[in-house]
């Protein structure tokens, strides 16, 4: 049984796009954030405040909470025969230090930590052009059959990253890689008090074959995490 959730919220297109691509790998149940939580990062809410969940007719559950709520609320109640967790399709690339401030990510994260197999799968996304969820869906396909296939390595999750190229492109080559090690850009417009991130995604730099330089270069950057 697939776990799906994400971080931009139930209603997300990218969650709709996954549970089709996750279709091949049996049954799921969407379990994902009523309301959009991206870079959320792992937080988790305890103490005083409580979790709502609302389970809506066609079976899936919206939690007002953050995906790692969901993931731990999926996991110990609302579906304890889970076997695989999958997050996203983020609309918006998780790539090397993306990976500490993801909710997308740190779904797949709080799955491993609690034994699950996961991935966590992002559609980089250009200053322009459309996305193609359909494309994005099929690609997907294609990498969780061959992710899902595999012997799982206790303590570990996969990371996916989709480049972002025109409709009907071919299925783009998929590469094994790290994540980028390098900062992201540090820029701000200043407003008396109000700073304001102006940080250019674009511009990042790379390390050499790591994640955002395969994913920019218009390829599958996949990349096997630790915790």
Not at 36 to 65: C, L, M, P, Y
Not at 138 to 144: A, D, P
Not at 205 to 216: K, L, P, Q, R, Y
Request: with cysteine; proline share 5%; glycine share 10%.
């Amino acid at each position: 049984m697939i776990l799906f959730t994400n971080d931009d919220g139930i209603d997300a297109p990218g969650l709709a796009a996954l549970c089709q691509s996750g279709e091949s790998g049996g049954d799921g149940v969407v379990i994902a954030p009523a309301t959009h939580q991206s870079g959320v990062s792992h937080r988790v809410t305890v103490w005083d405040e409580s979790i709502r969940v609302n389970k809506r007719e066609n079976g899936a559950f919206a939690v007002h909470g953050t995906p790692a709520d969901c993931v731990r609320l999926g996991l110990t109640h609302l579906l304890p025969q889970t076997t695989w967790v999958l997050s996203g399709i983020n609309e918006g690339g998780n790539l090397g230090a993306d990976l500490y401030m993801s909710g997308t990510v740190a779904a797949a994260r709080e799955a491993a930590f609690l034994g699950m197999s996961a991935i966590a799968v992002s559609q980089y996304i250009k200053k322009r052009g459309p996305l193609d969820w359909g494309q994005a869906s099929r690609w997907t396909t294609e990498v969780l059959r061959d992710l899902m296939g595999r012997a799982r390595i206790p303590r570990t999750f996969w990371n996916v990253n989709l480049p972002h190229l025109e409709s009907e492109s071919a299925m783009p080559e998929v590469v094994f890689c790290e994540p980028c090690r390098q900062p992201m850009p540090m820029e701000y417009d200043i407003d008396g008090e109000h700073y304001r991130y102006t940080g250019v995604y674009g511009n990042r730099v790379s390390d050499t074959g790591a994640d955002v330089e395969v994913c920019f270069s218009g390829k599958i950057a996949v990349s096997l995490i630790h915790l």
